[in-house]
């Protein structure tokens, strides 16, 4: 996998930025704000289908909820470059991680640490 294209997505994404602190110093309250209400919005839509549609997802709603997983993944990519992360590196670790717990047959159960 090309974990570079999230690095060049991140680099990429300071342009957008409008808000305070915006620079890549220290932790900045405003994109963690952001990544919860923007993840919100991902569980209303997700809720009106359960609710008005009996859980049917159509072509309509996929688009919703991938513009606003975009915006989700604005915020955590931001969140990332604040703390000098990159999101490459994100998303590499996680897979290691998800690859260790299938291979010790622990991706069910709880803790980070298993």
């Known amino acids: 996998m090309n974990f570079e294209d999230f690095n060049d997505y991140q680099y990429n994404i300071r342009k957008f930025c409008v808000y305070p602190g915006k620079d890549d110093s220290g932790i ?56 000098g992360i990159n999101l490459g590196d994100v998303a590499s670790t996680n897979l290691i ?6 291979d010790r047959n622990k991706i069910q159960g709880q803790g980070d640490n298993r």
């Open 28 to 83: 900045v309250p405003y994109p963690y704000f952001g990544l919860v209400g923007e993840t919100g919005e991902v569980f209303e839509k997700v809720k009106k289908i359960l609710r008005d549609k009996g859980g049917t997802v159509t072509y309509a709603d996929t688009e919703d909820i991938t513009k606003e997983l975009g915006d989700c993944l604005f915020y955590l990519a931001r969140i990332a470059q604040h703390l």
């Open 97 to 102: 991680k998800l690859q260790s717990r299938l």
